[in-house]
T-cell receptor
Framework: EIVMTQSPATLSVSPGERATLSCRAS??????LAWYQQKPGQAPRLLIY???TRATGIPARFSGSGSGTEFTLSISSLQSEDFAVYYC?????????FGQGTKVEIK | EEQVVESGGGLVQPGGSLRLSCAAS????????MSWVRQAPGKGLEYVAN????????YYVDSVKGRFTISRDNAKNSLYLQLNSLRAEDTALYYC?????????GGQGTLVIVSS
């Protein structure tokens, strides 16, 4: 099983600032990596797939990068609606696994 | 509008069974892999099982193999998860999700509580 490790666990950011979230895979997942946003009481929302492709309707302030074992999700200018928990997930093989999440909170 | 709606959760004793259902609408259900993903209270996400378009391929996370069964009825646009031999650690919100690799979108979930 591929273990996905996200850092930091919590990120405190002021509105309008940039946020950078990291995700590391225990072995290469190529570019088979997705990012999701989850708000309390809601299902996860797909933001990025194939490591860097924005899903339909996702604002351009969200960007993903990386391949192999190291990945990054960047949010260029945090809006109030962006404060949430973010998860990475690989789909290189089975089982698909998620990272433990990074909570982005208001500083 | 594309959506999935889960049902069937509830309180069950350890060792008991439940059948979760997921009703899909707004898209051609038979064209998509479908999945179940769960989230224990206050915890992260876990990919539980998925199934291909005609039901001929099914995959399970090790912790549920032999206890859970994923199935689908394309004529009814429905996905199912049969949960047997339930354990306390199966307590979670279970999401039905479109997709077998990436979760395109999911429902609001159905809560399963395993407790005596």
């Amino acid at each position: 099983e591929i273990v996905m490790t996200q850092s930091p666990a919590t990120l405190s950011v002021s509105p309008g600032e940039r946020a950078t979230l990291s995700c590391r895979a225990s072995q290469s997942v190529s570019s088979n990596l997705a990012w999701y946003q989850q708000k309390p009481g809601q299902a996860p929302r797909l933001l990025i797939y194939d490591a860097s492709t924005r899903a339909t309707g996702i604002p351009a302030r969200f960007s993903g990068s990386g391949s192999g074992t190291e990945f990054t999700l960047s949010i260029s200018s945090l809006q109030s609606e962006d404060f949430a928990v973010y998860y990475c997930q690989h789909y290189n093989n089975w089982p698909r696994t998620f990272g433990q999440g990074t909570k982005v909170e208001i500083k | 509008e594309e959506q999935v709606v889960e049902s069937g959760g509830g309180l069950v004793q350890p060792g008991g069974s439940l059948r979760l259902s997921c009703a899909a609408s707004g898209f051609t259900f038979s064209n998509y892999w479908m999945s179940w993903v769960r989230q224990a209270p206050g915890k992260g996400l876990e990919y539980v099982a998925n199934i291909n378009q005609d039901g001929s391929e099914r995959y399970y996370v090790d912790s549920v193999k032999g206890r859970f069964t994923i199935s689908r009825d394309n004529a009814k646009n429905s996905l199912y998860l049969q949960l047997n031999s339930l354990r306390a650690e199966d307590t979670a919100l279970y999401y039905c999700a479109r997709g077998g690799k990436i979760i395109d979108f999911g429902g609001q979930g159905t809560l399963v509580i395993v407790s005596s």
